[in-house]
């Protein structure tokens, strides 16, 4: 059984970063994409960054310049580094492996 486990959420003041770390477990082969989601208070889920196993990555407008989605794919593994952080970033990120998706993980931006 596939299983996507996300980790590195918390609270971080404006202006601070974050890593998030995501693992498949259970998957032969790397999936071919890997993104992030994230649903704040009150809205619909959201793609925040993907990747393909090319390396070509998309991002949302809203986190351009500020956040950079990696992979490896000997450890079915996906990350998000996060940077000058907003309130407007507070969410629940979710990690989505092919057609499996993690559990989610609080990112809350607050002084």
């Known amino acids: 059984q596939v299983q996507v486990v996300e980790s590195g959420g918390g609270l971080v003041q404006p202006g601070g970063s974050l890593r998030l770390s995501c693992a498949a477990s259970g998957m032969i082969f790397s999936a071919p994409i890997m993104g992030w989601y994230r649903q704040g208070p009150g809205k619909q889920r959201e793609l925040v960054a993907s990747i393909t196993s090319s390396g070509r990555t998309n991002y949302a407008d809203s986190v351009k310049g500020r956040f950079t989605i990696s992979r490896d794919n000997a450890k079915r593994s996906v990350y998000l580094q996060m940077n000058n952080l907003t309130t407007e970033d507070t969410a629940v990120y979710y990690c989505?492996?092919?057609?499996?998706w993690g559990q989610g993980t609080q990112v809350t931006v607050s002084s």
């Open positions: 989505r492996q092919d057609l499996t």
